[in-house]
């Protein structure tokens, strides 16, 4: 099992930037990958970015160059910072960790951009 606790959400202006943050705890040593997905309202969960354990990256093509993923160096926090952000970016965002097994998920974090 995987436990997984997200913060840094927040209302931020067109332009803004926020950092989220993704702890994981519990069965850490069987995470393959971790990432971050996003819901709007009306809208299925999308992929944002994921990091793999031998440090693999990969960005959703309409966050690419504004967001990064990176994570600390136990590999058991996961960071978003999120730069230059749009309207379009509202969403909740959930953590997310994959074991090769199974998927964990967050309990997800608003994210807000409007003026």
């Known amino acids: 099992q995987v436990q997984l606790v997200e913060s840094g959400g927040g209302l931020v202006q067109p332009g803004g930037s926020l950092r989220l943050s993704c702890a994981a705890s519990?069965?850490?040593?069987?995470?393959?990958?971790m990432g971050w997905y996003r819901q709007a309202p009306g809208k299925q969960r999308e992929l944002v970015a994921t990091?793999?354990?031998?440090?693999?990256?990969n960005y959703q093509e309409s966050v690419k160059g504004r967001f990064t993923i990176s994570r600390d160096s136990a590999k058991t926090t996961v960071y978003l910072q999120m730069n230059s952000l749009k309207p379009e970016d509202t969403a909740v965002y959930y953590c997310?960790?994959?074991?090769?097994?199974?998927?964990?998920w967050g309990q997800g974090t608003q994210v807000t951009v409007s003026s």
């Open positions: 519990g069965s850490i040593f069987s995470i393959y990958a």
């Open positions: 990091i793999t354990a031998n440090g693999r990256i």
């Open positions: 997310n960790a994959d074991t090769g097994r199974g998927n964990y």
